[in-house]
């Protein structure tokens, strides 16, 4: 594991990591995360019943928003040209939960797994909004990336 933090110079200041040096190779990212709701919720997004429209495809389309935008809202990010953004829902009855899985792809000099967990996050959180009227106890969590290839940093499977 790398202990070195890169977006910091030798004074401690934060920087954005200079990837002029690098070269320009296919990079992806997949990341996912779950909603755990009560069985009310899970009713309305199973059946697509919300007074709201199409939860989850809101939902995609404001994950899909975030990846363009996560430069903007993580400040070391560098803003990347996206080539692929996806979003795909899994409803977990035995959980009472949706499973949101997103992958993001670009040729470019870094990665995209801050695109692909902000994808996530966003689209869980779209949920959330689209069904507190419901109820307000969910809970979004297990946003983590799973996958990672692309550039000279060891792939994550």
Request: positive net charge; charged residues 25%; aromatic residues 4%.
């Amino acid at each position: 594991m790398n202990d070195k933090l890169n977006h910091f110079d030798a004074a401690g200041n934060a920087v954005m990591v200079d990837v002029s040096e690098k070269k320009i190779t296919e990079r992806t990212a997949a990341a996912s995360g779950k909603i755990f709701v009560c069985n009310e919720v899970y009713k309305v997004i199973e059946a697509g019943t919300s007074k709201k429209g199409d939860i989850l495809g809101v939902a995609r389309i404001a994950g899909i928003m975030a990846a363009k935008k996560t430069a903007e809202m993580i400040p070391l990010c560098h803003p990347l040209p996206l080539s692929h953004c996806s979003i795909d829902f899994e409803l977990l009855p035995e959980e009472s939960a949706v499973k949101v899985r997103a992958t993001v792809k670009t040729s470019w000099t870094t990665g995209v797994e801050m695109e692909a967990l902000h994808m996530v996050s966003v689209s869980l959180l779209t949920i959330y909004d689209m069904c507190k009227a419901i109820d307000r106890s969910m809970v979004l969590g297990e946003i983590r990336l799973e996958k990672k290839f692309g550039g000279k940093s060891k792939p994550i499977i």
